[in-house]
Structures are given as C-alpha cells and as structure tokens.
C-alpha cells in the first residue's frame, strides 16, 4: 500500500522560510515518473506548486514561486522535498505532496494528507 506523508508546515512571517518533507512508503521515488507539490488555500482551487520529471531530470514551477521554492529528493530515502524561501502571505494554504502511479507517463495518482503553511505579514 502506497503512503505519502508529508512535514514542516508551520507558521512563518513573511520573508521566512520552511522546509516541506514527503516520505513514501510502499512505493519507489527513483523509478516513477513524475512528483509533485501542490498547494490549496481556502476557497480557492488546488494549484500545482512544483513538479519533477525523474526521467528526463527536469522541474517545473509555478510563475509564482519560480527562484523562491525548490524542488528536491532524496531516492535513498525515499523522500521528497520542497525548500520554500522568501515566503509570502499568498503563499498560505495546505500543501500536498503527489506522485504519479506510472513509470511511464504522470497522472499525479497518490496523494498524502497535506502540511499546513501560514505566513503573515
């Protein structure tokens, strides 16, 4: 059975930092095809935060985070990280981690419960 959990939220102000940590279970980060972090603040939908393609070595960002947050993992231990800098109250929400079910393709499949992150002004 796969498990994804997720760490580090907390509540920072603004311009600080935190450090999100994903560890699966069940389940192997070095031969799937793509991971994630996703975010959800209140009343708005979930967004995707950042992404990593294992096979071709390749990130993606959201504009909004782009030279902020940092997408990283530890195939040893099966962990997954996203190093969040320079914080912002919009960056407030429920913070997801994902992991896609294929080796071949991505569709995001398995989720964890989420990490809560504050920022205040």
């Known amino acids: 059975q796969v498990q994804l959990v997720e760490s580090g939220g907390g509540s920072v102000q603004a311009g600080g930092s935190l450090r999100l940590s994903c560890v699966a279970s069940g389940y192997s980060f070095s031969t799937t095809y793509c991971l994630g972090w996703f975010r959800q603040a209140p009343g708005n939908q979930r967004e995707g935060v950042a992404h990593?393609?294992?096979?071709?070595?390749?990130?993606w960002y959201a504009d909004s985070v782009k030279g902020r947050f940092t997408i990283s993992q530890d195939n040893a231990k099966n962990t997954l990280y996203l190093q969040m800098n320079s914080l912002k109250p919009e960056d407030t929400g429920m913070y997801y981690c994902?992991?896609?079910?294929?080796?071949?393709?991505?569709?995001?499949?398995?989720w964890g419960q989420g990490t809560q992150v504050t920022v205040s002004s």
């Open positions: 994902a992991a896609s079910r294929w080796a071949n393709r991505c569709d995001f499949g398995y």
């Open positions: 990593s393609y294992i096979r071709g070595g390749s990130t």
